[in-house]
Each structure stands twice: as structure tokens, then as C-alpha cells.
């Protein structure tokens, strides 16, 4: 028996190593490979074209990591960083994809880049605000090393979008290697990238729904199959429609054929019986899996998510989401960080939205330039209507410049038109005045790229488009739904539906609108206007809020189907050394007081992300010896109880002024004779029951540091490059905030991360932020912050 399993454990040894003495088999099938580690970059401009091929010495480079900006910058810029910059990456692709078609895509590049693969030229890139891709399989070397080499150069170029010069632009571009990389590979039988096939329509999977109900909705699925093999193949089609990972309806496409070399785009359609509709309250996502097969065998296969839902207008204008008239109260965003400017993770695009989301706020107008995928993908997750817009600010530039933000408008709709969020595309550019033709061309563009009735178009001029979005400043949608002049002289704009583009900021400043600004006694003029930072003091803040309330309630007077506040968070600008302060968060992504009112305007039993959105209740004080006796307070209720060192000041209905009207929950005021230190408490009711309780307590001396981390719904993920704001506040003895602490505080940093920006930084109102980046390794993270004549603070992460 010893001998007999001996002889048959000689015998396996010879099979197996027979076995793996074979070739390796070739690998099939799709994968996508991230490609953002392990770069070199460097500002030197090398002589020659050593540098684009193997051999060259760039050890002397620095060694960065995608996303990447070319230059840190400071916190608030005095003039941003222009020139080029040059990156190498090294790597080598496994012998057994040999025979597989490769694909290389970059999400974005600011704003120029120039691409060689082994010293050929790929090709080249004008404009940094959506993808592009190269075939780089006729120059790929498999099982050796291959080196891909960029120029990216981000001077002003009037030819490319936006075009207008960062001494004059009214925000910053950055530039560099911002958003991911990813190489993929793919069978010669595939479906196409969305931005690789330069036709109408585009390439990759287009789903749309003809028919949506809760009853029954009708899902048609586009695919652009292509066959770069040498041979005419003979497929099937299969389309999967996955709800959680379950199959809730699935079609069929047989006996298809292509050529060698052809792309054809072929549909199928799938019935879904009681779809779970997206909608702001409900953000429901199904997968669409989209699949090759050949001989009954998987050759590719792409999965896409997808949210069914259908949009319109009702026949007073009002913006209809699956039939529910639906008011879009929203904000503009710019894509910016502290230092690293455009070059933000993912996860960092996630936690902006959630932010937004948690803020009250349900729609989002990316000004001015589409945004990174993964704002995109968030905005799909939390429920948050999107309005995309192409680049562009108060600049037209020659015929060339015309050609790119048509293909702008084109390439930004065969990226985005499956996301759920996107709903409305702004396919004009912003306050530029665009000559008929060229605004027939944008429209004409958008309405072929993504025919039928679910391409809701806008533009602030004259057109075909289907929505008129204005400006407050401009005049705003100052016609009631009965077509009623109001106080502004505004164009009717054939009646069509419309939307309030941005308000709260420039009306204020520039004192040219706004019904109380006569009024505002005994504010100085900076105290008056929606401008003002985090560190600006009670009184500012306050008026601040106020503002964004009085134009909110008017424009929920007008035509409007919508409003967004200009902006969400402060920014760096590019024509002028100061921050934009008219947030509601500042830069670091701290809050405001207006970031509380705006919460408070949500239904506590609202859901959002699966969860009720909970009461509001917040007192727009420090209650320091600076404090107005006059105390407001934001809340989602109906009545609020303000308590001063435990007696009662009295229980408050809501505030009933001009400014009010409007409001779903409008403040709560309260006059307190004078200033008496000690704990100010706010208790909430609704419907006569307590809801919520806060209190504010007056600061004694500052003693301490506490450090806490931006989480917003995503961990902190070193290991892929993420990057996090910890907050170092400080506090008195009993934790409580000391907000006219200005102390300087250093942070520092331990395990696989580290501090980017100024540091060590001042407090502003007590607070402020260091943002932490990983540097590509899993692992423990540690930040501390020390202050002289204060305890040191320590996170983990």
C-alpha cells in the first residue's frame, strides 16, 4: 500500500511539473488597471527626446503619485503657477495579454498634453476637463518594459476652453495629472471606451428609458461593439439588468456580425416590472451588465450603473421628476482644494458631495467645466441633480476655440448621460455672448449626441434650448407663474421653463439687488455683502445667512423651477490674490452659519441616503461679550424654546418678515435684553413635541487642542492615495470652542501619510484644517497638533 501511494505521488509530481513547464496560458477577458502610482515629474525642461524611451536617468525626479497637481500652492494664491511640467511612468505588460487590444484613458489633464508611448507619439490632447484615451497597442511591448512620457502644459491658450486668461479668469485651473489613470485591456472583439469613437452617439453603452412608472418601466440599451481582429467574428449580445446583485430582466441579441475592423452600434431592450425609480429621496441603482459572448463564452463584458427615472416639465413649468413636481434647491461648486487645487482623490469628491447632501441641498450646477467622475458617481449615490456645463466664462475665442467647446458639449454628454444625477446640461458658455449660430450649434450638438425627451438643454441667452437659466445679478426669473412682472426687468424668454443660476453673492456685494440693503442700519459696507470668512465674527455671519435667506424666499416667489447659491465652498481665484468667501463652508470645508439655515430647510423626516435627514437645530451664536442680544435661531420646526442659564426666554413661533415668507422653516428670533454670560439652550417642538435640544456656552481661556477628521461618508484610504482634512479646534477647559482663538498650531504626521500646505497655519474662528494625504501604503495613521501654551491634540486615523 506505502509503495503503491508513492508511485502515485511520483506520478503527480510529473504531471504537474510537465504542467508548468508549459507557456502560460493567454488571459481573456476585460480588466482595468489603475495606473496612478509610481510616476516621475519634474519642471526642467530636458534637452531632446532621451527622456520619452528607455535608458534616460530620471531618478532625479520627483516621484508623485495620480491625482497630481504641478505646483503646491498656497492657501490663498497671489497668482497660480503656469508653465509645463514633464511625467515619466516605467512598466511592463504581461507576454500573456499579447494579442489583446490595449487601451490607455486619462480623466483629465490641464490643460495641453502631448503623449509618446516608447518614444511614438500618441497624440494630442487640448483641454483639461474630460477624458481622452489612445489605442496603444501597436506600440506596446509585452513582457518588457514599456515607458510612457507626457508634456502637459497649462499656459493660457485663448484656443482652448475656457480660454479667458487666469489673470482675468474668475477662478483657477491648476494643472497637471489631476484625475485618474487607468489602462485597460480588452479582447479584439469589445465594446468601446464612450469618448473612443468619434462619431455621433459616441462608443461605449448608452441605456435610456422610453417609458418609466412605478408600474413598468421599458430600459433600451445601446452598446458600440467593435472588431479589431483580423477575422469577421460572430457574436451574441446579452444585456443584465441586476438589482443588488439579482437579475431582475434580462435580453437577448443572436447571430450578430462584424467585420474586420468595423463598429456597429446594436440595442436591445428589457422590461422591468415595479422599478425602485431614482429620484433625490430615493437614489436607487441598478447595474446594467453588458455582455460579449462568443460560442456561448464571455469575451468582454462592461457593467454600468444606472438609475431609472424619467424628468419633464409640468404646465406651470415646474420640474418634474418621475411626475412628482420637485423644486431643485441647490448650489454651484468648483472642483478646488487648499494647495492641491484640481488634484483631489476620489473619496475626497465623495465627501464634497456628502457634504452638499447633508447641507440641505439636492442639486448642483458644476461651474464651470464638467466635473470628475467620482463627484459624478457620488452625486448618483446620495441623490443629487446635476446641471453640467461645458467650460466657459465671459470669453468667445476664434473658430478653433468654437470647434472645442462643441466637442465639449459632445464629449461631456457621452461620458456623463448615464448617470442618474444628470439631468439638465447647461450647453452654452456661461455669460458669454454666443451669436446664433454658434448657440444652434451647441444645441443642435446635445439633441444628436442624446436624442428623445430626456436631454433637458439650458442657456442664459435666447435659443431652442429648454431651459432659461439667469443669474439673480442678471435679473434673475423675476416673472411669476402667471407671467407677472416682478420687481426686475427680465426677458420673458419665451416662457420657458427656468431655473435661478446662482444668487446670494454678487447682488449683495456689488449692493445692485436685494430688497433690505437700504435698510441694513448701521452695517459698514463689508459687513453687508454674502463675502465674508469663516473668521468674520457673529454679526457678518449672521447677515451673511441673511442674505442667502432673503434671495432663496424671493426666488421661491418666481417662475423658478430652482435656485443655486453662489457658491458652496470658498475658492482661490484666478484674477485676484484673495479667497472667494461667499460659501456657506469655507475652503477647508468648515461651516458657516448659512450651512446651517440651508440644513434646517429640509424635512426632518426627509430621507436621505436611506436615513432620515433628522431635526436641525442650531443657534447662530458664540454667545461671547461680542454677541448681538438679538439671537437667532435655524431649526426644522415648528417652535423653539430659547433657555439663558436654565429660564426660560420664551417659546417662539417662526419668524414672519418679508424675507420668511417663502421659507419651509424659517428662523426663530429672539431679543434678549442684554448679554449675560453662560449657557444659551434651544429646545425644538413639531407638532407639540420636543424634537431637539442644543445648547452654546460662553468660552473661558483657551487650554487645549482637539483634533477631529472629515470622515463624510468615506474611511480615509492611504493606500490608495486619498486625501482627508483633520481639524484641530480649540477649546477651554470644558471643550468648548474659543472662536476668536487665532493661536498658531503645527501638525504632524506618523505612518504612511503626510501634511500637505502651510504648516504650521493659524486658527481662524478657533478652527482649522491640515490636509493629511496618503502616500500609497495601507497602515496606521497618527496626526497630532501642538500649540504653545496649549495641550497637544492626537488622532488616529
Request: with cysteine; aromatic share 10%.
Amino acid at each position: 500500500m506505502r509503495r503503491l501511494l508513492h508511485n502515485y505521488f511520483i506520478i503527480l509530481l510529473l504531471f504537474f511539473g510537465i504542467w508548468s513547464c508549459k507557456p502560460a496560458p493567454t488571459i481573456q477577458g476585460r480588466e482595468n488597471m489603475n495606473f496612478n502610482k509610481n510616476w516621475t515629474f519634474t519642471k526642467a525642461q530636458p534637452k531632446g527626446d532621451s527622456w520619452k524611451t528607455a535608458g534616460f536617468d530620471d531618478s532625479k525626479w520627483d516621484q508623485v503619485m495620480i491625482p497630481h497637481t504641478m505646483q503646491v500652492e498656497e492657501l490663498v494664491m497671489k497668482r497660480q503657477w503656469q508653465g509645463k511640467g514633464r511625467y515619466r511612468k516605467t512598466f511592463s505588460l504581461p507576454q500573456e495579454r499579447k494579442g489583446q487590444n490595449v487601451l490607455l484613458r486619462f480623466e483629465g489633464v490641464m490643460t495641453v498634453a502631448d503623449v509618446w508611448l516608447n518614444g511614438q507619439k500618441l497624440g494630442r490632447h487640448e483641454g483639461g476637463f474630460l477624458p481622452f484615451v489612445y489605442d496603444i497597442t501597436p506600440h506596446a511591448k509585452f513582457g518588457e518594459e514599456n515607458i510612457l512620457a507626457l508634456t502637459v502644459d497649462n499656459n493660457d491658450n485663448p484656443e482652448v476652453p475656457p480660454g479667458k486668461p487666469i489673470s482675468k479668469l474668475d477662478f483657477a485651473s491648476y494643472g497637471g495629472i489631476y484625475r485618474n489613470v487607468n489602462l485597460i485591456f480588452r479582447e479584439p472583439l469589445h465594446i468601446t471606451e464612450d469618448v473612443e469613437i468619434n462619431r455621433i452617439g459616441g462608443g461605449g453603452i448608452t441605456a435610456t428609458f422610453p417609458e418609466a412608472s412605478e408600474k413598468q418601466a421599458l430600459v433600451s440599451a445601446k452598446a458600440n461593439i467593435r472588431n479589431t481582429g483580423k477575422e469577421k467574428r460572430r457574436f451574441t449580445l446579452k444585456n443584465t439588468l441586476l438589482e443588488n446583485g439579482r437579475a431582475v430582466s434580462s435580453a437577448n441579441t443572436e447571430n450578430l456580425d462584424l467585420a474586420s475592423g468595423q463598429d456597429l452600434n446594436f440595442t436591445t431592450e428589457m422590461t422591468v416590472d415595479k422599478p425602485n425609480l431614482w429620484s433625490p429621496e430615493n437614489p436607487h441603482l441598478y447595474t446594467l451588465r453588458t455582455e460579449v459572448l462568443e460560442n456561448g463564452k464571455p469575451v468582454d463584458m462592461v457593467e454600468t450603473r444606472i438609475g431609472i427615472r424619467r424628468i419633464g416639465f409640468d404646465g406651470e413649468r415646474r420640474f418634474l421628476i418621475n411626475g412628482k413636481p420637485t423644486y431643485l434647491r441647490g448650489a454651484n461648486r468648483h472642483q478646488e482644494y487648499p494647495y492641491v487645487g484640481y488634484a483631489i482623490s476620489p473619496e475626497a469628491d465623495y465627501r464634497d458631495a456628502y457634504k452638499i447632501k447633508q447641507g440641505g441641498f439636492d442639486f448642483i450646477r458644476l461651474s464651470h467645466y464638467p466635473h470628475s467622475p467620482a463627484f459624478m458617481d457620488a452625486c448618483d449615490e446620495l441623490g443629487i441633480v446635476v446641471m453640467n456645463c461645458i467650460p466657459g466664462w465671459q470669453f468667445i475665442g476664434n473658430d478653433k476655440f468654437k470647434d472645442l467647446a462643441v466637442r465639449d458639449v459632445r464629449e461631456m454628454i457621452r461620458r456623463d448621460r448615464n448617470h442618474a444625477c444628470a439631468m439638465i446640461w447647461e450647453t452654452s458658455l456661461n455669460e458669454s455672448w454666443q451669436d446664433e449660430t454658434m448657440r444652434k450649434r451647441f444645441n443642435d450638438a446635445a439633441k444628436e449626441e442624446l436624442p428623445g425627451d430626456q436631454n433637458i438643454t439650458s442657456s442664459w441667452q435666447e435659443g431652442d434650448f429648454d431651459m432659461f437659466v439667469e443669474a439673480r445679478q442678471h435679473g434673475g426669473c423675476q416673472y411669476d407663474r402667471k407671467g407677472v412682472h416682478r420687481p426686475l426687468n427680465a426677458p420673458v424668454l419665451d416662457n420657458k421653463p427656468s431655473i435661478v443660476s446662482e444668487y446670494g453673492d454678487w447682488e449683495y456685494y456689488a449692493q445692485n439687488h436685494g430688497f433690505h440693503q437700504t435698510e441694513f442700519k448701521g452695517l459698514k459696507k463689508e459687513h453687508r455683502n454674502s463675502r465674508q470668512p469663516r473668521g468674520a465674527g457673529e454679526v457678518r455671519l449672521i447677515q451673511q445667512a441673511f442674505n442667502y435667506q432673503e434671495a432663496h424666499n424671493d426666488n421661491l416667489r418666481s417662475r423658478a423651477t430652482g435656485d443655486a447659491i453662489w457658491v458652496m465652498y470658498d475658492y482661490n481665484r484666478g484674477y485676484s490674490p484673495d479667497l472667494e468667501h461667499s460659501g456657506p463652508m469655507d475652503i477647508f470645508r468648515l461651516p458657516k452659519f448659512a450651512y446651517r439655515f440651508f440644513q434646517s430647510q429640509r424635512d426632518a423626516s426627509e430621507n436621505v441616503k436611506d436615513q432620515p435627514h433628522g431635526p436641525v437645530l442650531h443657534i447662530a451664536s458664540y454667545w461671547t461679550e461680542k454677541s448681538k442680544p438679538h439671537v437667532r435661531v435655524y431649526a426644522n420646526a415648528d417652535e423653539v424654546e430659547l433657555f439663558l442659564n436654565g429660564k426660560s426666554i420664551g417659546k417662539r413661533k417662526a419668524d414672519t418678515d418679508e424675507a420668511s415668507t417663502e421659507l419651509n422653516y424659517p428662523p426663530f428670533s429672539f431679543d434678549l435684553n442684554k448679554f449675560v454670560p453662560g449657557e444659551l439652550k434651544a429646545v425644538s417642538y413639531l407638532k407639540g413635541k420636543k424634537q431637539a435640544e442644543t445648547s452654546v456656552r460662553t468660552p473661558g481661556k483657551a487650554s487645549k487642542l482637539s483634533l477631529t477628521a472629515d470622515i463624510s461618508g468615506k474611511k480615509f484610504k492611504p493606500e490608495s492615495g486619498d486625501m482627508i482634512f483633520v481639524y484641530a479646534t480649540i477649546t477651554d477647559a470644558n471643550s468648548t470652542t474659543v472662536p476668536d482663538a487665532q493661536n498658531e498650531i503645527t501638525f504632524s504626521v506618523e505612518g504612511p501619510a503626510k501634511i500637505i500646505g502651510q504648516n504650521p497655519i493659524k486658527a481662524e474662528a478657533g478652527i482649522i484644517g491640515a490636509l493629511v494625504r496618503g502616500t500609497g501604503k495601507a497602515g496606521t495613521i497618527t496626526v497630532s497638533a501642538k500649540s504653545v501654551g496649549l495641550k497637544s491634540g492626537k488622532i488616529t486615523l
